[in-house]
């Protein structure tokens, strides 16, 4: 059963619509890669996958058990987050319920778990805003994972990050997919990179213009396209 099943979806703003006829599904253990030009339709459609946007036609459902509170999302940086005034571990433990809770044992045990899988748990006691671009970043998905159950989205988690850094990135998002069975649902503009690590893309224009393996989006003409840069974004 599909964890997420997006059926002809539409959605608008102001009631104008700005992304129309989105079909597809995630399968646990699935990596998929959004892509599209700026305007596309890339982050109403994250939104939508959140539920913080209702379609105003076909729908987006939840499927083998999944809830809204369950799924990890890692969005863009904003200075608020690279300006966070407490440790590590506690950046990524709030990612469990919240911040105003005191973790119990055995949910500091797991995300401690978590940090040590992100090759980040020598970090635990640091202060966040001391912490380099690439650290941050490891950080903050350590707090997504806290609350995700199979499901983690992701809008940029590369932007700002020098290549090397975001090589790292990228070969640790595809070690949590392959390693940990967790869905990983992404939106990046570097797609020469995102394509050698996802196994499906998702092309929008303000409306699908494919949806598929990466292989055989590699095939076409649009993703050659794309893939080789000839377009601005």
Known sequence: MALITCDNAAFAYDAQVVLSGVSFTVEAGDYLCIVGENGSGKSTLMKGLLR???PVRGSVTLGDGLTRDRIGYLPQQTQTQKDFPASVLEVAESGLRGYDFF??????????????TLEASHLAGRSFMELSGGQKQRVLLARALAGAGKVLLMDEPTAGLDPLVAREM??????INREHGIAVVMISHDVGTAVRHARSILHLRQTPVFFGPTAEYLM???GQRYVGGVCDD
Not at 103 to 116: A, H, S
Request: charge should be positive; aromatic fraction near 4%; glycine fraction near 8%.
């Open 52 to 54: 913080l946007v209702t």
């Open 103 to 116: 973790p119990r044992r055995e949910d500091r045990r797991r995300v401690m778990g978590l940090l040590e």
């Open 170 to 175: 990228y070969r640790i998002i595809g070690n």
């Open 220 to 222: 076409t003409a649009e």
